[in-house]
C-alpha cells in the first residue's frame, strides 16, 4: 500500500503534468530547494526563494516537461521521482530530452527539501544505491 508521502509526490506530478505550477501548499514554509548540478545550481530558502530557484530552472526552456517515469521510497521521510524532462533549450534552440531525478524530504505531509538532479546517476551516488537497485533492496 502507498504512503502518505508517496501520494503526496505522485498528485504533485499529476498537477505539474498539465502544467498546473501554481499550488505550493504542499512546501514547508522553510523548504530547502537545491538545484544539484546542471547549468544553474544553486541552494534556495523558503517558499519565494523556491519559487525564484525554479525560474531560473525554467528560464533556460521553452516548452518544459519534467514526466515522472517511476518513484521509489527511500525511507520514512524520502521519495525519489525517476523522470524524464524535455524541452527546448531557448539559447541553443535544440530540442533536449534527458533523465534526471527530484528526491522529496518529506515531513509531516509536506516537502522539507526538495532537490533536483539533472544527473540521475548523481542522485544514485548521493543516496548510496545503485540505478539498478531495486527499490526494496537496502542501501549498498
Known sequence: MPSANLDLVRSLYA???HGDWSSAEWADPEIEFVVVDGPSP???TGVN???EGFRKVLDAWEGYRGEAE???EIDDEKVLALITVSGRGKASGLHVET???NLFHIRDGK???LAIYWDRDLAFADLGLSWRSD???PPE
Request: zero cysteines; aromatic letters at 14%; glycine letters at 10%.
Open 70 to 72: 517511476e518513484y521509489r
Open 49 to 51: 526563494g523556491m519559487v
Open 15 to 17: 498537477a505539474w503534468r
Open 135 to 137: 527499490p526494496a533492496d
Open 42 to 44: 544553486g541552494i534556495w
Open 111 to 113: 516537502v522539507t527539501r
Open 99 to 101: 533523465p534526471a531525478a
